[in-house]
């Protein structure tokens, strides 16, 4: 038995694995894709799954490991990322193990597959003159970092009253008094904020030109409001920092006339590149009842 490994990472795990042919009708991604996800079990971790995007890179990399005749290149990352790219694959995060053997494979390192951020699986593999080149990539997709992150945010109760009790803090020690949560100025700015997110804008005039005024206007409130835009961030604590850092967001904040506050909180919900999939985006608005 002759074997070459090599892999992004220094790893250690072991694994009982099967070669390139097919069984009973199971193709030998197939077998791969037990044997991990057998080994994932053992670890606790959830099963991976077979992604034809990851699978297209995997083999174009064992068939180029073949023509270079038994010679395990490791590819730039750029490159790898690029390939990707191209597939149509949105990956947060990447790992590529490589084998070759002249035989079938008995074992290979690799702690990145029982890694539970790794969900998605590509084989490739790739003979000549006798040996297998073995491509292994595992792949975290950005939605499902997207979707693990934006999680604590689904409770949009409790994100409101957090939000505002970090408002009102900083306005008690500021010797102001407490902003009040305002149901109409709730419905503002969520409004605005999946208006932003279902046609791809940021910004406080919406495409017909409605500011932030005229936006609550429309809905009832009758007094002019400050507004507070933040995007890309993913729990309360971020977006508040964010604002205060902004001496004009922070002047919304600590207006001694207001007495309402609104929050507003729009989520992308694609699993994509598409617009919209992997956003964020906060609006608070400020009354002055």
Request: net charge negative; hydrophobic share 40%.
């Amino acid at each position: 038995m002759r074997w070459i490994r090599w892999s992004v990472c220094a790893l250690v795990l072991a694994f009982a694995l099967y070669g390139v042919r097919a069984h009973g009708g199971v193709s030998w991604q197939e077998e791969w894709l037990t044997r991990f996800s057998r080994e994932r079990a053992r670890a606790g971790v959830p099963p991976l799954r077979l992604s034809p995007a990851l699978a297209q890179v995997a083999q174009r990399q064992a068939e180029e490991m073949a023509r270079n005749g038994r010679r395990l290149r490791s590819p730039s990352s750029r490159m790898v990322s690029e390939q990707l790219r191209q597939v149509g694959y949105s990956a947060h995060d990447w790992r590529e193990v490589f084998a070759l053997s002249d035989e079938e494979p008995e074992a290979i390192a690799e702690d990145a597959v029982v890694d539970r951020r790794f969900l998605d699986l590509g084989v490739g593999a790739a003979a000549v003159d006798g040996y297998t080149f073995y491509v292994f990539l595992l792949g975290w997709h950005q939605g499902d970092y997207f979707a693990g992150v934006t999680a604590p945010l689904g409770d949009r109760a409790r994100v409101a009253a957090e939000m505002l009790a970090r408002v009102n803090e900083v306005r008690r020690r500021a010797g102001l008094p407490p902003l009040r949560s305002s149901h109409l100025l709730d419905q503002v700015s969520q409004e605005h904020a999946e208006d932003m997110l279902t046609h791809s804008y940021f910004g406080h005039q919406s495409p017909e030109g409605l500011g932030p005024t005229e936006r609550a206007r429309a809905d009832g409130y009758l007094a002019g409001i400050g507004e507070n835009l933040v995007e890309e961030r993913y729990t309360v604590q971020e977006a508040f920092d964010a604002w205060m850092s902004s001496p004009g967001h922070r002047g919304n904040i600590l207006d001694p006339d207001c007495r309402d506050f609104g929050l507003g909180l729009a989520v992308g919900a694609g699993y994509d590149a598409a617009p919209g999939a992997y956003r964020v985006i906060w609006v608070q608005s400020f009354g002055r009842g």
